[in-house]
């Protein structure tokens, strides 16, 4: 039973890690819009798939997953190749000063 509760708790250490990783290459994103689609799809992936039990079935997920993350570390790399002017909701607000 404890080699169980070990490859369990292995497995979630495996998603926790796979999960930041992702999170954090999506957003490195040089685009705002990538970046945000980028985030939103690794939350609502693992959203998902929260409930899953099957330990096949969670392997098959952590290897495309691993599989996202090549991709998005790649992606990300031409991404910061480029800039992008920023937009509208990536400004930051001004303080707006009222002079005397």
Do not use: C, W
Request: avoid cysteine; aromatic fraction near 8%.
């Amino acid at each position: 039973m404890s080699s169980a509760v070990s490859t369990a708790s292995n497995t979630s250490q495996a998603v926790l890690s796979l999960y930041r990783s992702l999170l954090r290459t999506s957003r490195s994103f040089e685009g705002y819009n990538f970046r945000a689609y980028a985030v939103r799809r690794t939350r609502d992936g693992f959203r998902a798939h929260k409930e899953e039990t099957d330990p096949r079935m969670i392997e098959i997920l952590l290897r495309e997953a691993e599989e996202q993350l090549a991709v998005l570390k790649r992606q990300t790399a031409i991404s910061q190749m480029y800039k992008f002017d920023r937009v509208v909701v990536e400004m930051s607000p001004k303080k707006h000063v009222v002079s005397s």
